[in-house]
């Protein structure tokens, strides 16, 4: 369980679920993803996915975080919401904090740009290599 304390002095309590396996299979995977990316529409969609493994507590009701109108009543603030996201993750495995960093991530980001700047230049060049044997047979 998690309790949220609002500006306000009130608390929501809010249970976080187990995902199913496959499902936090995926999940896990798609987390760097969700890093990475600028996309917003990609980075909410994630976003509610995650917080639909969680609800409100009232009583003996419980309310599952799966709409805008309930994450906004309940959660209230960004940081509600972050509070959540991560406890859902790291009840399910996914340290939010080192998660997504892979050994040699960088390292491997800047040999594929090498590799594409390499094959991109090797097009462009190849015409003015012809065009200077063509000038050298003349």
Known sequence: MEIIEH?????????????????AWDLQADYTAFCLTTD???????????????TVVM???ELPL?????INNHLRTWTGIRQVFEAVLMRNGINP???AE??????????????????EASQLI?????????????
Do not use: C
Not at 66 to 70: G, Q
Not at 126 to 138: G, I, N, R, S, Y
């Open 7 to 23: 500006a306000d002095g009130s608390k929501t309590l809010v249970k976080i679920q187990d995902i199913p396996a496959l499902e």
């Open 126 to 138: 190849a015409p003015a290599f012809q065009m200077l044997e063509k000038k050298t047979q003349e």
């Open 40 to 54: 917003k529409a990609a980075r909410r969609a994630f976003t509610m996915h995650v917080l639909s493994f969680a």
């Open 102 to 119: 892979k050994p040699h991530y960088w390292s491997n980001a800047g040999s594929q740009m090498a590799v594409a700047f390499v094959a």
């Open 97 to 99: 904090a080192t998660h």
């Open 66 to 70: 799966k709409t805008d109108a309930l």
């Open 59 to 61: 009583e003996e009701v």
